[in-house]
């Protein structure tokens, strides 16, 4: 029964142990908040921006169905009418 009693204990330990962490929102380098600045919210806007007008500017791929087994999956049976 003592033993049951101490392998439960150090389950509930290391669980609160592994929770506590994960609630931990401060960067380990300077104590800082995690989430990001305004500015930062900012730049990623403007480079999604210009990575948006970036692609508008490429011409336009052909539109083609890409079946990257082709090569490897065997050609369907022609399709054959039943003469009676």
């Known amino acids: 029964m003592l ?3 101490i392998y439960a204990t ?3 330990i290391l669980t609160i142990g592994a929770a506590s962490a994960q609630n ?4 380990i380098q ?3 908040n995690s989430w990001r600045t305004k500015q930062e ?3 990623d806007r403007a480079i999604d921006r210009a990575y948006q007008s970036t692609i508008k500017m490429l011409p336009e791929a052909e539109k083609k169905k890409s079946d990257p087994w082709a090569d ?3 050609a369907p049976p022609a399709a054959t009418k039943n003469k009676q």
């Not at 931990?24 to 960067?27: A, I, P, S």
């Open 3 to 5: 033993r049951i009693t």
């Open 30 to 32: 300077g104590g800082q």
């Open 24 to 27: 931990d929102l401060r960067d």
């Open 41 to 43: 919210k900012k730049d």
């Open 10 to 12: 150090l389950i509930i």
């Open 72 to 74: 490897v999956r065997p």
